[in-house]
């Protein structure tokens, strides 16, 4: 993160040379026109700084503290140093909770992305009358409330009598799984989840990916064809190569939404069974507020943050630099 | 009639408030309050609320609303302040409890589910009524399973409100059908008759006992009918009991249990998503273990099966004689930075009187908060024949161990450690293994 402006600077010498020549307009050093921006900025700075910083400043602080249930009442509490952080460190439930993290992370990630961009070209094959169905199905998908959609999930997949167990016994390739308990098992549990999150995570990838191929340069494609690729090999190098910036940009974005993932792993299966679903959002959840825990379960938070500003970090990097080279 | 009833019992609390003692502040240095002859009893007057609102906070499927309001009419009357009553849902409420007693606004007076009262208690968040105790009890004998939660290192922080108890439901049609014409009075008796309706009901999605995985309120009957416990306080410290061998041998005979006269569906559910009544009143379950408020839920969602069809009785354990059961109930606190706390008394001593327990509380179809109350209900033979078997099996209960660090243990630890032993994910033994660890070390840290 910190090479950033670094790059932003290299970057300049190409993208930014016409911007660099405009002449300046006059400047007249008032005290007013110096005062103006941070008035008018004061007004949303204010509210970042009592709703976003104070609350970051306060949770790194109780991080270092023995901050319980108790203090809640009492006020009472006392520095620990760094004893939060060992205590973390050296619990195994940690260290699977971050890699599950990361490793499902990825994986819906991942998901949502090759189908988002894989429907995304779906639509720019379709007549203009399917594609607004399309549109329209995908926009309601994405405007249900994820605790909603977690209740309906919940009930699709009801062991006894959900519809899904009831379709899959149906195909009579599985046999009979209506009692199928999907949240009692670690791997069923996962994958359950993954659904959840990629299904409503697919509708605004699809949408921004077809928005940007729609504006595709049509020549481009027509010189290719012309040079002989197949539709494959156009796909992949030159439509492809072109939606990158919004790739990157999308790829960045649903890292920091599936990363912090709640409310669908909450409301499903609590973290369970026997925390095999609790990915360090809701393990951090279940110290500070099941266990009340809060100094622990800060400490939990921080390192979270700290591991998602390094991986951010990474592709807000390649985003900038992608985006100079536009 | 009632009211000369309530002129009389507060006439006498009042006066022998007055003869015991003056006011009391009830504070923190109040160690040895109603220990000696100096004990400083508080009394607890209507003060005077125009203009005031109190706010409480009612549990759903708690107190009727009938109740409530009589509450509150006495209240609004004697006192001339207004009370807003908010009801709450049971979901995550452990966690808005905490938060609302934090704030500097809180609820004056809240509903509190008997086993979680300690938590709130130990840290502090409730008022010590310790010199209000008596003035509270207004002569009555509090049952012990509402009171003993309530008391944390000697102090009382909550007034019992009701309690109840959970007892068989079953549907008296489907076991005549299946040959069964009387109540079982012993578990092989009941094995007996739920294998004929089991062989009577073959469908797969049928249940002849319902009884979900994640039910540990019932699951924890077998381990007591065992001998087992959840956890033991031995020299200062909570030793958690799972992995004992009774703890075990109910365990698997509940297992097993479950296995057999329960859906597979069932082994990983609650009793809300499907709710168990709705299940039964479908005709899926021939019974259930619930609490009394089930039957009037069962009417209700299928109006063909009338209350007569239904039975109930206190299930018998493999002990011989009937299953301890939880006492539920409720209990009601006031929190310590509520601005209103003489009105907040004055509401709680109402809801906590005889008057209010004899006769609202039983026609909710609860267990009173005092001996008393509950043996007068007995005696005066006005409970149905499906509340004696309520009033029965309370004589048998438990509680849930009384530390202020219990309630985080409930959900959704003790639902995800019977689910997976119901659901065969893990055996019993292993199971209480890693899950002892876990009470140990919350409840002893």
């Known amino acids: 993160m910190s090479t950033s402006p670094a790059t932003i600077v290299a970057g300049e010498g190409v993208a930014a040379a016409p911007r660099g020549r405009r002449p300046r307009p006059p400047r007249h050093f008032s005290k007013q026109s110096r005062f103006a921006p941070l008035w008018l900025l004061s007004p949303a700075g204010i509210v970042i700084l009592a709703l976003i910083v104070a609350p970051i400043v306060f949770l790194v602080y109780t991080s270092f503290t023995d901050y319980d249930r108790r203090t809640l009442f009492t006020g009472e509490y006392n520095g620990v140093g760094l004893q939060q952080y060992i205590d973390i460190f050296t619990d195994s439930q940690f260290w699977h909770s971050t890699i599950l993290t990361l490793l499902f992370t990825a994986a819906m990630v991942g998901g949502s992305l090759v189908i988002g961009i894989g429907v995304s070209h779906l639509m720019t094959k379709l007549g203009t009358a399917m594609r607004y169905v399309v549109t329209i199905v995908l926009i309601f998908a994405w405007g249900m409330p994820n605790v909603a959609s977690a209740q309906v999930w919940g009930w699709l997949f009801q062991p006894g009598y959900g519809v899904i167990n009831w379709m899959i016994t149906q195909l009579r390739v599985f046999g009979d799984q209506t009692d199928l308990s999907w949240w009692n098992s670690t791997p069923l549990a996962l994958i359950n989840i993954w659904m959840l999150v990629v299904w409503q995570a697919v509708p605004f990838i699809a949408l921004t990916t077809y928005a940007a191929q729609t504006q595709v340069d049509g020549s481009l494609i027509e010189a290719a064809r012309i040079d002989g690729a197949g539709e494959w090999r156009i796909y992949f190098s030159v439509i492809l190569n072109s939606l990158k910036p919004t790739i990157l940009l999308i790829t960045v974005l649903s890292i920091i939404w599936d990363f912090n993932v709640f409310n669908q792993i909450w409301l499903t299966t609590q973290g369970g069974p026997d925390n095999g679903t609790a990915t360090l959002g809701i393990w951090s959840y279940l110290v500070a507020f099941n266990q009340f825990k809060v100094g622990s379960g800060a400490a939990i938070a921080v390192v979270t943050t700290v591991m998602l500003m390094i991986i951010s970090g990474f592709y807000i990097r390649s985003l900038l630099r992608s985006g100079e080279d536009l | ?445």
Not at chain 2, 14 to 31: D, E, H, K, T
Not at chain 2, 129 to 151: E, I, N, S, V
Request: hydrophobic share 40%.
């Open chain 2, 1 to 445: 009639m009632r009211t000369s009833r309530i002129v009389a019992v507060g006439a006498a609390g009042i006066a022998a408030a007055l003869a015991l003692s003056a006011c009391s502040s009830g504070g923190n240095g109040n160690n040895n309050a109603g220990g000696d002859n100096t004990s400083k009893a508080g009394t607890i007057e209507a003060p005077d609320g125009a203009g005031k609102t109190l706010t409480v906070w009612s549990m759903t499927g708690d107190l009727s609303d009938d109740t409530i309001a009589a509450i509150n009419k006495k209240f609004e009357a004697d006192t001339g302040a207004k009370v807003k009553v908010e009801t709450q849902q049971w979901k995550d409420i452990a966690t808005k409890i905490t938060t609302a007693l934090a704030t500097d606004t809180p609820p004056d007076v809240i509903d509190i589910g008997n086993t979680q009262v300690s938590t709130f208690a130990a840290s502090g968040g409730l008022a010590d009524l310790t010199a209000y105790k008596d003035a509270f009890a207004q002569g009555q004998t509090w049952l012990g399973g509402l009171a003993d939660p309530a008391m944390v290192d000697g102090k009382l922080y909550a007034v019992p409100s009701f309690g109840a108890t959970r007892t068989v439901i079953y549907n008296k049609k489907t076991w005549e059908a299946a040959g069964v014409t009387a109540a079982p009075t012993s578990y092989d008796e009941l094995k007996a008759a739920l294998d004929k309706v089991k062989a009577k009901n073959p469908a797969s999605d049928f249940s002849a006992f319902y009884l979900p995985g994640q039910y540990w309120y019932a699951g924890m009957q077998w381990i007591w009918d065992a001998g087992g416990d959840i956890a033991t306080q031995q020299d200062g410290k909570w030793v958690a009991g799972f992995s004992s061998s009774e703890a075990q041998a109910g365990l698997t005979e509940w297992k097993t249990f479950q296995n057999t006269y329960s859906s597979k569906a069932s082994q990983t559910l609650n009793t809300d998503k499907p709710d168990q009544d709705q299940v039964f009143a479908d005709g899926k379950a021939g019974a259930i273990i619930g609490n009394n408020w089930e039957i009037g839920a069962i009417t209700k969602a299928n109006p063909d099966i009338k209350t007569e069809d239904l039975g109930t009785f206190a299930m018998p354990g493999s002990s011989g004689k009937t299953q301890p059961v939880m006492l539920a109930g409720s209990d009601w606190g006031i929190a310590v930075k509520g601005q209103q706390q003489d009105l907040a008394r004055y509401w709680v001593k109402i809801a906590a009187s005889p008057d209010i327990q004899k006769n609202n509380v039983v026609s909710d179809g609860w267990i009173p908060n005092s001996t008393e109350a509950g043996q007068a209900a007995l005696d005066g033979g006005t409970l149905t024949e499906q509340q004696t078997a309520f009033f029965q099996a309370a004589q048998n209960s438990k509680a849930t161990p009384a530390s202020g660090n219990w309630a985080s243990l409930e959900d959704p630890g003790m639902k995800q450690f019977f689910q997976s032993i119901a659901s065969g994910a893990k055996s019993p033994a292993d199971a209480a293994k890693a899950w002892d660890d876990t009470v140990n070390s919350t409840l002893n840290q």
